[in-house]
């Protein structure tokens, strides 16, 4: 596990990519449940949506989907359980350091904490198409443009089906 993690770490500060976790079902599950773990922490904290277990669903059911499209896409299906592993795995982490700001009761947060909270999820997109750039082969631009794509559509969905955010 702590290989694992220093990987995700790894992948997180953009010096290795989604080819660097081990292949595998295991490492999969392991990235799924602590994102589903951290998810299910942060959807009770602070303000909670409608429904937070078809929210906790979607968040990460649609990633199993539209990950092997879009890999699908470029015949890079082979990839699938890496780019998982990695785009669970260090979203639950990234999820993991907004934690404590999100224990903020008052209705308006401070600004510090909303700065803090818009720059870890900018980040977030980063990583996200740090890892679509590396599964993809592709330019950061494009895999930029896969993470913008699927978390609109993402969002999109979950809004659809669950309630407003």
Known sequence: MTTL???????????????DLPAGRTVLLA??????????????TGRTPEQPTAVLVL??????ILVWIVLKVKSLVS??????????????????VTLPL???????PAAPVVLISLLIFLWSFAVDAHIWRNALETSFAAGLA????????TFGIISSVAGPL
């Open 102 to 108: 999100n224990f903020d009761a008052s209705p308006e």
């Open 59 to 64: 968040a990460a059911g649609l990633p199993l």
């Open 31 to 44: 990235s799924l449940a602590l994102y589903v773990l951290v998810a299910a922490v942060s959807l009770n």
């Open 5 to 19: 993690l220093t990987r995700l770490i790894q992948i997180i500060l953009l010096r290795q990519g989604p080819q």
């Open 146 to 153: 896969v993470a913008m794509l699927l978390f609109v559509f």
């Open 79 to 96: 990839r699938w359980e890496q780019t998982l592993s990695a785009l669970y795995g260090t979203s639950a982490l990234l999820s993991l």
